[in-house]
């Protein structure tokens, strides 16, 4: 089993920057990817960014590309996504998901295993 942690929501003004962490705990070792959703009310979740777990590999949104940036430290467990630049669209519920396997797509909820329960990021305008 594995376990997700979200932290590092909260609300900041457009143009701001925030990060957020998933502290994963349990079979580490068997997780291969992970990735960051997000789910604002009344939309589908969206797959934001994905991160290859001990590789190099990221992939992201192309509503986020250039703004946000996923990594990893290995020794921590941890995986962060730094949004920068955020705007009131950016606002939802943010989810980190983690897969035994590679996500086919990566975007589509129901490839991964694990789920984190989420912190909520909201930007004001």
């Known amino acids: 089993q594995v376990q997700l942690v979200e932290s590092g929501g909260g609300t900041v003004q457009a143009g701001g920057s925030l990060r957020l962490s998933c502290e994963v705990s349990g079979d580490t070792y068997s997780i291969k990817y992970a990735t960051w959703f997000r789910q604002a009310p009344g939309n589908q979740r969206e797959g934001v960014a994905l991160?290859?777990?001990?590789?190099?590999?990221?992939a992201y949104a192309d509503s986020v590309k250039g703004r946000f940036t996923v990594s990893q430290d290995l020794a921590k467990y941890t995986m962060y996504l730094q949004m920068n630049n955020l705007k009131p669209e950016d606002s939802a519920m943010y989810y980190c998901?983690?897969?035994?396997?590679?996500?086919?797509?990566?975007?589509?909820?129901?490839?991964?295993?694990?789920w984190g329960q989420g912190t909520q990021v909201t930007v004001s305008s």
């Open positions: 991160i290859h777990i001990g590789g190099s590999g990221t």
């Open positions: 998901a983690a897969a035994l396997n590679y996500p086919l797509p990566w975007i589509r909820s129901a490839n991964y295993d694990f």
